[in-house]
C-alpha cells in the first residue's frame, strides 16, 4: 500500500479543470493507497486577503473534496493548519533549503521576483510545501505537469536533509494522469484552466448552473477549420473539447474523434457541456447537503486527529537529528 498526499488552496474557484486533472484521479486511489488530502490554508496567506473568505472557502473546498468522492472512512481529509507540524517542519527545512533554488522556482518568478511589495511567504512557501508532502512519509504524489518543478524540490531537500543530518524522509515519486492532467481554458485553449483567470469565460466551477456551463461551452474558442481531430498544436480548442469530454464520459478520443466526423463544431462543443453538466450534477446535490447538515466540520475535525498522529513521529525525528532538545 503506497501513502499518497495531495493538496489544493482554497482560493478562487475550483473548476472542471481542478476536478479532472486532480480531484477525480483521487477517488480510485483511496481504494488501494493511505491517502491524506489537505486544504492548504497556510498556503492561501501568501497573498493577503479577506480572513472570512478564507473561513468559507477552506470549508466549501473541503466539502468539494466529498461531495466529489473522498471518502472519510477511506481518506485522511483535514485543513493543513489544523496540524501544527507543517509549520513547524517548515522552519526546520527553510534551514536546509536554499536561496538560490527558491529563487528560482517559477512561480515565485512569474508573480512576485520584481516586485518589493511581495511578503516573504510567497518566497518560501515551496518549502512549506515540500514538508507538506514529506512530514506523511509519502510515496507518490499526484501532480499536473506544472507541478513537477515542486516536487523536484521536495525530493532535493529530502535527499539533503538524509545526507546532512540523518535519513528520516521517504523520497516521493510524481503520480501524473495519462489523460486529463492538463485541462486548457475555454476562452484561451493555449493556456490551462486557471481560477486565477481574469474572465470567467475561462472556466466552468464544480457549483456553476446549468445555463452557465451550456453558454460557456457554446462560446469556447475553437478554430476557423471544420474537422474534428485531436491535433493539440493546430487545433487546440477542439482537443481541449475532446480531451473533456473523454474524461467525462470514460470513452477514449480516438472514438470519440471517429463518432464526430461529420458532425459541426456546435455539437461538439453541446454535447461536451452536457456531460460535464451531468458529471457536476451530483457534486453539486451531496455538496448542499453536506454544507446544510454541517458534517464537514466533523469529518474536518476527525481528519486533524489522524494527520496529526501521522506527523507526530517524523518531526520529532527531524527535531532530534537537527541537535534540538525536547522535553
Not at 499518497?4 to 476536478?19: A, C, D, E, K, W
Not at 473541503?62 to 468522492?69: F, S, T, V
Not at 469556447?220 to 481531430?229: G, P
Not at 480516438?254 to 457534486?283: C, F, M, N, S, W
Request: proline share 5%.
Amino acid at each position: 500500500m503506497a501513502r499518497v498526499f495531495s493538496g489544493m488552496q482554497p482560493t478562487g474557484v475550483l473548476h472542471i479543470g481542478n476536478y479532472l486533472g486532480a480531484l477525480k484521479h483521487f477517488i480510485p486511489y483511496q481504494e488501494k493507497d493511505e491517502c491524506f488530502f489537505c486544504v492548504v490554508d497556510l498556503h492561501a496567506l501568501t497573498i493577503p486577503g479577506d480572513p472570512e473568505v478564507l473561513r468559507r472557502k477552506s470549508i466549501e473546498l473541503a466539502a468539494l473534496y466529498i461531495a466529489a468522492g473522498v471518502d472519510p472512512n477511506k481518506a485522511t481529509l483535514f485543513l493543513q493548519s489544523n496540524n501544527s507540524a507543517h509549520a513547524e517542519a517548515a522552519w526546520l527545512m527553510q534551514c536546509v533549503a536554499k536561496f538560490g533554488e527558491l529563487g528560482r522556482m517559477t512561480q515565485f518568478k512569474d508573480k512576485g521576483q520584481d516586485s518589493e511589495s511581495v511578503t516573504t511567504g510567497l518566497f518560501t512557501y515551496p518549502v512549506l510545501m515540500a514538508v507538506d508532502i514529506l512530514l506523511y512519509k509519502t510515496d507518490e504524489v499526484p501532480v499536473g505537469e506544472d507541478q513537477k518543478q515542486h516536487l523536484e524540490l521536495a525530493r532535493d531537500l529530502a535527499e539533503r536533509f538524509n545526507r546532512q543530518y540523518k535519513e528520516i524522509f521517504t523520497i516521493p515519486e510524481p503520480r501524473i494522469p495519462d489523460t486529463g492532467a492538463r485541462i486548457m481554458g475555454l476562452d484561451n485553449p493555449e493556456k490551462k484552466m486557471s481560477k486565477s483567470a481574469s474572465t470567467p469565460a475561462n472556466y466552468v466551477t464544480l457549483l456553476e448552473d446549468e445555463k452557465s456551463i451550456l453558454k460557456k461551452f457554446k462560446r469556447a474558442v475553437t478554430d476557423s477549420d471544420t474537422e474534428i481531430r485531436f491535433d493539440p498544436e493546430q487545433k487546440a480548442g477542439i482537443s481541449n473539447l475532446l480531451s473533456i469530454m473523454s474524461v467525462v464520459t470514460g470513452r477514449s478520443i480516438p472514438i470519440l474523434v471517429k463518432e464526430y466526423q461529420g458532425k459541426g463544431y456546435g455539437h461538439l462543443k453541446v454535447d461536451t457541456a452536457e456531460a460535464v453538466i451531468e458529471t457536476l450534477r451530483p457534486i453539486q446535490q451531496r455538496y448542499h447537503q453536506l454544507m446544510q447538515s454541517g458534517e464537514i466540520e466533523d469529518i474536518l475535525a476527525q481528519g486533524a486527529v489522524k494527520a496529526r498522529e501521522a506527523t507526530h513521529e517524523t518531526l520529532g525525528k527531524m527535531k532530534d537529528a537537527m541537535g534540538l532538545v525536547s522535553f
